[in-house]
């Protein structure tokens, strides 16, 4: 059955081309590689979108999506047949020159290598805590319901017996019942995101398992990179196209981002095909502006944030106002279809993810996209009856006019401008943030650009200015204006207010979104446009340029070039869906990265908590309410009175990632193991006991990491190996520690104590007392909300310290 639904979905994307490349080639679409690149492309956002519909409902299903799809094709013939189109097409016609073959092969060549860095070595993030394993969350909860239902009603009867200490949600899947909205019942869910990327998860998920959804974005990556292609080979030719997608394809950001499971990819395809649409179709029929304008809109399916495409669009259409008003309803065609469908997302999200909108709302960030909007609108609509009265006329026309007497002024003016503002960002702002004295954080998002370019070199953002001065004032395509304008304002944007965690690569995704890739093709168009007019001295320029920037590619990729990371997370997390008892069975856990994969990956019904201790306390009337309780924890020789403790699986979670940096370029890969028990709880008619002294076993560690590589240069790796063994405080936690270590040249070792989760440090990092074989350190808990402590042991780089047992005791 699953081989024929498989078979179904592909018939239908693969009809789908065909007739869609039909109705293109009628159309005056006669290349083939762009007729055939659109058709697939709009294939495969059919497909989405049949998906989406169907969540939107609660009913998606990989069956109906084949069959929609196939009706779809049906529709397409109809139209074919009404129109009198003949079917008939060999998918080559219409190839150009032979003198492309060269080009083409090279371009192939090109892709195939991308597309092997993309899907080869994906980041199998499933951690519920961060937006990666957030989307895997998402798509695997719609592969099994059909929908976006996360309710939970079982909360009510839990929140009576574990009162507080229940979390009611996961990150990003939060609860609906507040003070602020009493009415909201306990245990309402509601998703924090846009479901368009999850959807492709899903049906990634429904074709070939779990590990494809960490290959969907490589699809993504692959048909950018083409259009890429398409675009600038329209401006600066076919040669000055494959360095563009050289520079895209493996630029340090791109290669990161597309192998996660990450909606920028998607958002940043929708950019630059809806560019392509409008680039081409510019001076095609005007209808076709609107569904290139609608192309655009599905990012409001994708990204809150896309509503700051509108401004862009709006001065795109007061550009055609003011110099080309023949064309200007093809401008208001392409802001209509982008408001359409876009007013369509926010009514999706609002009616789906209610309280998300009002947060974001209440934060401030949608009112000042909505402002941003508002204003906008006014704006036009005001130019616009303006420009319909005889003064506005005649004002806009000596605009016009003063304009283009004027054009050397304004070229010289626009290239003082961004030389400023290039300036201002990589010299001047940080001078003026240091003076401030501000934390690393703040330091981020005060110099965004500053950072921007350890992606994208100085000098290629330099010659960027060039390709403003031929798009703007050499080229007469209007259509380009499209992608300059959406390019500038979210480069401008994103350097203001990054908007994002400031630890990289992490930080590069809202970039990766258009600004990396625009600066990339502005810098390369800028470079083949200079006006050189000896060939030879300008070629020569070309490679020196190419092959600095093939250096510093091989400086930022070499660390993560043919690294598959967190490769061991989605076997073990296979693994679980199997292994662990189901019957009845209720999971708890404080891990909030473990507890919404397990639950809507694994399907193991499972909560989050606050604290180990009053979880115990209650835990027996749980279990005499009939459920088969279970509890995950870090502790390995975990034991309460109130209730018996038995081991009965180990999670491992294992693989390669490379260290959190912020403000620098990541420079060291390490290995990032977890370590848990599953333990089975019973009832126990025992009190609790505090032992006075624990033994801890030094290969039964919680946490453990290990330098696998490092680059940096300016100083040693500060840690070769460091090991985390984590402790239950089983009754009050406030007092002195004792923690007692015996092993071989401990004096080159150094100690440190962390709390509740590793969020608070209660003994920094420092040599221990003692000698080589034994050694100890001493620490003191104050806060009474502590419920659990970890110890870490770290061994230097060259010093291989040997630990062989760790005892802990409470000094009386």
């Not at 209509?336 to 007013?343: Q, R, T």
């Not at 921007?452 to 010659?463: G, R």
């Not at 080159?748 to 969020?759: P, R």
Request: net charge positive; aromatic share 14%.
């Amino acid at each position: 059955m699953i081989s024929l639904v498989n078979f179904l979905f592909f018939l239908g994307i693969i009809l789908n081309v065909y007739f869609i490349s039909v109705i293109l080639h009628k159309k005056g679409l006669p290349q083939p590689l762009s007729r055939n690149l659109v058709a697939f492309t709009l294939s495969i956002l059919l497909a989405g979108s049949i998906a989406l519909l169907l969540v939107s409902f609660e009913s998606y299903k990989i069956l109906s999506v084949a069959l929609i799809q196939l009706l779809a094709s049906g529709s397409f013939i109809g139209y074919i047949f009404f129109r009198k189109i003949d079917f008939r097409l060999n998918p080559f016609s219409g190839r150009g020159k032979s003198g492309n073959l060269f080009t083409n092969i090279i371009l192939t060549l090109l892709l195939l290598s991308a597309g092997a860095m993309y899907s080869l070595f994906p980041i199998e993030y499933i951690k519920g805590d961060r937006d990666h394993g957030v989307y895997i969350v998402f798509g695997s909860n719609i592969q099994k319901t059909g929908g976006l239902n996360f309710n939970d009603f079982r909360y009510q009867d839990l929140t009576q017996i574990l009162g507080d200490n229940i979390i009611q949600g996961y990150p990003s899947i939060h609860s609906d019942h507040s003070p602020q909205d009493p009415s909201a019942p306990i245990g309402s869910l509601s998703p924090r995101f846009y479901p368009l990327f999850p959807t492709y998860l899903a049906l990634s998920a429904d074709l070939f398992g779990l590990d494809a959804m960490f290959r969907v974005n490589s699809i993504f990556g692959i048909l950018s990179l083409v259009f890429i292609f398409l675009i600038v080979k329209k401006w600066i030719g076919p040669w000055g196209a494959l360095v563009a997608v050289f520079f895209c394809a493996f630029n340090p950001a791109q290669l990161w981002n597309v192998r996660t499971t990450l909606s920028e990819p998607l958002g940043q395809l929708l950019i630059i095909f809806s560019s392509y649409l409008a680039l081409y179709f510019f001076r095609k029929d005007k209808g076709w502006m609107v569904f290139a304008g609608g192309i655009l809109g599905l990012s409001n399916f994708n990204r809150i944030d896309s509503l700051i495409y509108f401004p862009a669009i709006v001065i795109f259409v007061g550009y055609l106002l003011f110099f080309r008003k023949k064309s200007l309803q093809k401008g208001i065609n392409f802001l209509l279809g982008y408001s359409a469908i876009s007013i369509l997302g926010v009514l999706y999200g609002y009616i789906n993810s209610k309280p998300y909108m009002i947060d974001l709302w209440k934060g401030n960030q949608l009112l000042k996209l909505t402002l941003f909007c508002v204003s906008s609108s006014i704006l036009l609509v005001s130019i616009l009856f303006f420009s319909n009265l005889e003064i506005g006329k005649k004002t806009i026309g000596s605009i016009k006019d003063s304009i283009l007497r004027k054009r050397t002024t304004f070229r010289i003016l626009s290239f003082t401008l961004f030389f400023v503002l290039i300036a201002f960002g990589h010299s001047i702002q940080p001078v003026i943030s240091n003076a401030e004295g501000i934390n690393d954080v703040l330091y981020f998002k005060k110099n965004g650009f500053l950072f921007f370019l350890l992606y994208v070199p100085v000098l290629l953002v330099l010659f960027g200015i060039g390709g403003y001065d031929l798009l703007l004032f050499k080229k007469k395509s209007s259509g380009s204006l499209v992608f300059l304008l959406l390019g500038s304002l979210l480069s401008f944007v994103y350097f203001y207010d990054p908007s994002i965690n400031a630890d990289h690569f992490w930080a590069s995704r809202r970039w990766v979104l258009f600004p990396i890739p625009f600066a990339c093709i502005m810098g390369v168009i800028g470079l083949y446009s200079l006006p050189i007019k000896k060939q030879t001295i300008k070629s020569a320029l070309i490679v020196v340029i190419i092959a600095g920037y093939i250096y510093h590619l091989y400086n930022r990729d070499r660390l993560i070039f043919f690294e598959r990371m967190l490769s061991g997370y989605s076997e073990e997390f296979e693994r679980l869906s199997i292994s662990l008892p189901s019957e009845k069975a209720i999971y708890f856990t404080k891990k909030e990265d473990l507890a919404s994969p397990l639950r809507y990956l694994s399907g193991k019904e499972t909560y989050l908590i606050h604290k180990t201790r009053p979880f115990l306390e209650k835990a027996n009337q749980l279990i005499k309410s009939g459920w088969n309780v279970y509890l995950i924890d870090e502790d390995f020789n975990l034991e309460d009175g109130p209730v018996t403790l038995e081991k009965i699986d180990k999670i491992n979670l294992e693989g390669n990632y490379p260290i959190d940096t912020v403000n620098r370029y990541p420079d060291t890969l390490i290995y990032r193991g977890i370590f848990l028990q599953v333990y089975k709880l019973g009832v126990s008619s025992a009190s609790a006991r505090d032992k006075k002294s624990v033994f801890i076993d030094p290969s039964q560690f919680t946490y453990k990491l290990k330098t696998v590589r490092s680059e940096r240069k300016s100083q040693p790796v500060v840690y070769e190996e460091l090991k985390g063994y984590d402790h239950y405080i089983p009754k009050d936690p406030i007092g002195r520690f004792r923690a007692e270590f015996e092993g071989e040249i401990l004096d080159k070792a150094t100690f440190s104590v962390t709390a509740n989760q590793s969020s608070s440090i209660i003994f920094p990092e420092s040599p221990g007392i003692g000698d080589s074989k034994k050694m100890s350190i001493e620490f003191s808990v104050e806060n009474s909300e502590t419920d659990d402590i970890q110890i870490r042991f770290h061994t230097k780089k060259d010093r291989q310290a040997v630990l062989k047992s760790l005892q802990l005791s409470r000094i009386p």
